[in-house]
């Protein structure tokens, strides 16, 4: 039994919802990525406007201060905003992978079923064969047989 149409649309099928959580996987990533930057940036903004209050405390110069203490709390509150989108963006991220992962594991059962049903037809296909083979041997046995017993019936009269 050949592999049937609807095994072939399977894995068809199979692939291409295969490659479409793949690509919402990536888009996930990219996304956590984004916001692990955006965080980065935001820590660091936070750490340079301390470093800068630090330095303008120890120079003296009032006039300083301010603007450190402001860039302080920017980089502060921009990573406590990102701080609960990143958390959201690692679940997300971890439900897309597990989804992708699901998806190949369907298709690689489709390709199992496929390959499996291949190789009993190849199977079944030299069993034919082998039968093919085995009846024209016995037809042919049979033949001689019957022609040798033909030939000797007039010589034992």
Do not use: C
């Not at 920017?74 to 690692?90: D, F, N, Y």
């Amino acid at each position: 039994m050949p592999v049937s149409n609807a095994l072939k649309r399977l894995l068809r099928i199979r692939d291409l919802e295969q490659e479409q959580h793949r690509l919402a996987l990536e888009s996930a990533l990219s996304e956590l990525r984004r916001l692990e930057a955006a965080f980065g940036n935001a820590s660091e903004r936070e750490r340079r406007g301390r470093g800068e209050l630090a330095a303008s405390v120890r120079a003296g110069e009032q006039e300083e201060r301010h603007p450190a203490q402001v860039e302080t709390e920017i980089g502060h509150s921009h990573a406590l905003v990102l701080a609960p989108r990143i958390r959201k963006a690692e679940a997300e991220t971890m439900r897309r992978r597990q989804a992708f992962l699901l998806k190949r594991i369907e298709r690689r059962q489709a390709e199992t079923l496929i390959r499996e049903t291949e190789a009993a037809d190849e199977i079944e296909e030299l069993r034919k064969g082998q039968q093919r083979i085995d009846e024209w041997y016995l037809s042919r046995t049979i033949r001689e047989e019957r022609k040798d017993a033909a030939t000797r019936t007039p010589e034992g009269k």
